[in-house]
């Protein structure tokens, strides 16, 4: 503090230019500046560049060959890995599972998650606590969980122990293991996983209602429900939105809780698309990224629309804007 | 309750907004709140305690009945589990990784948003524009081919193999929670700066990185978080890369050794559960940043 004083007085008295000293030497230091500018983006650059969009633009080249990832890449196929997997019924149920997990999860899981946020939003003992404790499935691997459930759910686990001891053991089961059911058990573990996020979401978004307009209806004799569903809901619904955008990206990529619990299975039951791409792509690099490259697509074209019809006004193309 | 109401009066605005902002004075569901919050609290808890719980009880004990109590209480399994090397190896391996991916996106992070942020020039947007479209590209779908691309760079097998594409594919959330915070900074700092004879670097180091240090715990946080729970890239590079087993990450590990061990259930919880601790430590040590980080960076 002191020193800037010290120094400023004498810039103020030796004349007339010196007030805009950083200005001069900015436009005196074009190429200072862009050096500065390649020195301080460059190594973020760098890394991105090749560990990020480098990958990706392989993954589109490999997709294009028959190639096991060790002999030279030389056994173009054109679309052939594609019209495979686009073909193979294995994979299609893959595809349809991603979305029905999808749908499930904005159905099921955004008025769950709305409807506890708005209980949860007022003065209460231990709240801190609660939302702490909400929150802990969601800071948990999703190994450490799928783990957990599996060995929960297992024939022999503490579901089926609990069931028989209340005296229900008709609805006892092997959870994960039966095809009928098993695409639900999986949503079930996710919603457990992931419906805390949503409620955390959803109550930073309320923080924002201004008292002032709940309380305004409420002395104009508005319900609590009908404040709830004319006022809060379309404030908070910016926050919703977004929520259900990281739903759709997070269903379409599902892999590691399925890859732990089931592998896609019993046949094929709890398929995804990515769990598809791990199978095969590891021996046939060449498959597995046409594989990659229509989940990406797929992924691609949810976001793009979803932007197009939802997003619009709340990103201001903070996000997806690269892209368009 | 009284001192509550006397306080009311002095600071009514900032209580009223708690108080009434969706709640709207509806005394009848004060209890069922409460009976609410309790089952929700309960649903999330009851498996993470099941795991814990068991990890008290032996192996036949579990078997005879899966869910019951433990009776006695035995720490064999906790003990076995903590002296074996490849809970530790685990331990620190996920600890290296974990730090040097945060370490590595803050650093880069920072200076790219420092860039964009504050320099003004030709491509600017189109920088940002860059690493925001990032976000559409998920590692799953780089995934095959970045195994490849490290394969080739003798990287696989290693620990830089995961941190280095742990660091890329955390840029664009780090750059974009970052660049608005720097272009909050005032720019007469700046000026003061550059008129106290600061370069723009030294401007950097002296003033933007000390007071944008809020926002680099948040991101750093963020970034450590998503690399401790990670799986795909470690199991595509650890374990399919050949690393030994004892330096494989927890989430690896932690599998690993549920396959490996899946007839020893006592021990299998035990682990699981140890395997949860860190975590769960780390969420209570920063949970005003992991939830305000996460919340925040979605609200853009």
Redesign the interface.
């Known amino acids: 503090m002191t ?2 004083v010290v ?2 007085g004498p ?1 103020d008295i030796a004349g007339p230019a010196p007030a805009p ?2 200005r001069i ?1 900015r436009r005196s230091g074009r190429g200072r ?2 050096l ?2 390649g020195l ?2 460059g ?3 760098v ?2 560049l ?7 633009v ?2 589109a080249v ?1 997709s294009l060959f028959n190639w096991n ?1 060790l002999t030279p890449l030389e056994r173009f196929v054109g679309i052939d890995n594609y019209v495979r997997a686009l073909s193979d019924p294995l994979f299609l149920k893959g595809i349809g599972n991603n979305f029905t997990i999808l749908f499930a999860s904005i159905l099921v899981q955004g008025p769950i998650a709305i409807g ?1 946020a ?7 003992r231990g709240r801190g606590l ?8 969601y ?7 799928g ?6 759910l297992s024939p ?3 579901v ?3 069931l028989e ?1 209340l005296g229900l053991g008709d609805l006892a089961q092997p959870w994960l293991a039966n095809p009928d059911i098993a695409l639900w058990v999986m949503f079930g573990i996710l919603t ?1 996983k992931y419906v ?2 949503a ?3 959803m109550l ?4 924002g ?1 201004p ?1 002032e307009l ?2 305004a209806a ?1 002395l104009d004799g508005a319900s ?1 429900w009908r ?2 569903w004319h006022i ?1 809901l379309p404030l908070i619904a ?2 919703i939105r ?2 259900v955008f ?1 739903s759709m ?1 997070g269903s379409l ?1 599902l ?2 809780m399925v ?2 619990t089931t592998r896609g299975g019993p046949v094929g039951a709890t398929n995804t698309m ?1 769990v598809y ?2 199978q095969y ?2 021996t046939q ?1 060449g498959f ?2 046409a594989v ?2 229509i ?2 697509v797929i ?2 074209a949810v ?1 793009l629309v979803y932007q197009r019809f939802a997003l619009r006004r ?2 201001a193309g ?6 368009r | 309750m009284t001192a509550t109401a006397a306080v009311t009066v002095p600071s009514s605005r900032r209580l009223r907004r708690h108080d009434r902002t969706a709640g709207t004075g509806v005394d009848w569901g004060q209890p069922f709140v409460y009976l609410v919050a309790l089952m929700i609290v309960i649903v999330s808890i009851v498996p993470v305690a099941y795991v814990w719980i068991g990890g008290f009880r032996s192996t036949p004990d579990i078997n005879a009945d899966p869910a019951g109590w433990p009776s006695p209480w035995i720490f064999d399994n906790y003990v076995r589990v903590l002296g074996s090397s490849r809970f530790w190896g685990s331990l620190f391996s996920s600890s290296v990784v974990g730090i040097g991916t945060t370490l590595g996106v803050v650093l880069l992070g920072v200076m790219a948003a420092f860039v964009i942020a504050r320099y003004d020039f030709r491509g600017r947007g189109v920088l940002y524009s860059l690493f925001a479209a990032g976000l559409m590209f998920p590692l799953t779908v780089a995934a095959l081919p970045l195994t490849i691309l490290l394969r080739d760079l003798g990287l696989q097998g290693s620990f830089l193999g995961v941190i280095i594409p742990q660091i890329a594919f955390a840029l664009p959330t780090t750059i974009i929670i970052l660049v608005p915070f720097l272009r909050a900074i005032p720019g007469e700092l700046e000026e003061a700066a550059a008129i106290d004879g600061a370069s723009r670097i030294g401007f950097f180091w002296r003033i933007i990185l000390p007071l944008s240090m809020p926002g680099l715990v948040t991101v750093g946080v963020l970034a450590f978080v998503g690399s401790w729970n990670a799986y795909l890239l470690p199991l595509l590079v650890m374990a399919a890369g050949g690393m030994p087993q004892d330096l494989w990450t927890l989430p690896l590990g932690v599998q690993q050794f549920s396959t490996q061990y899946s007839a020893d259930t006592g021990s299998v919880l035990a682990y699981t559960s140890l395997a949860m601790l860190p975590a769960l430590a780390f969420f209570l040590f920063a949970e005003k940043r992991i939830v305000g980080g996460l919340t925040g960076a979605v609200k853009g």
């Open positions: 020193t800037s120094q400023a810039a000293a950083p030497r500046m862009w500065e500018v301080f983006a190594p973020a650059l890394v991105f090749g560990f990020v969009i480098l990958p990706v392989l993954a490999y990832g506890i708005l209980l949860l939003n007022r003065r209460m609660i939302r702490a404790l909400i929150f802990v499935p800071v948990l691997a999703e190994v450490v969980a783990l957990s459930w599996k060995l929960l022999r686990g503490g089926n122990a609990v001891s457990w805390g996020f409620i955390l979401l930073a978004g309320l923080q209602v008292a709940t309380e409420q609590w404040i709830q809060t910016p926050t977004i929520w990281l990206i990529q892999f590691d890859w732990v990515a791409m791990i792509g590891q690099p597995g990224s990659a490259v989940l990406f992924s691609l976001a709340d990103l903070a996000t997806t804007s690269g892209v």
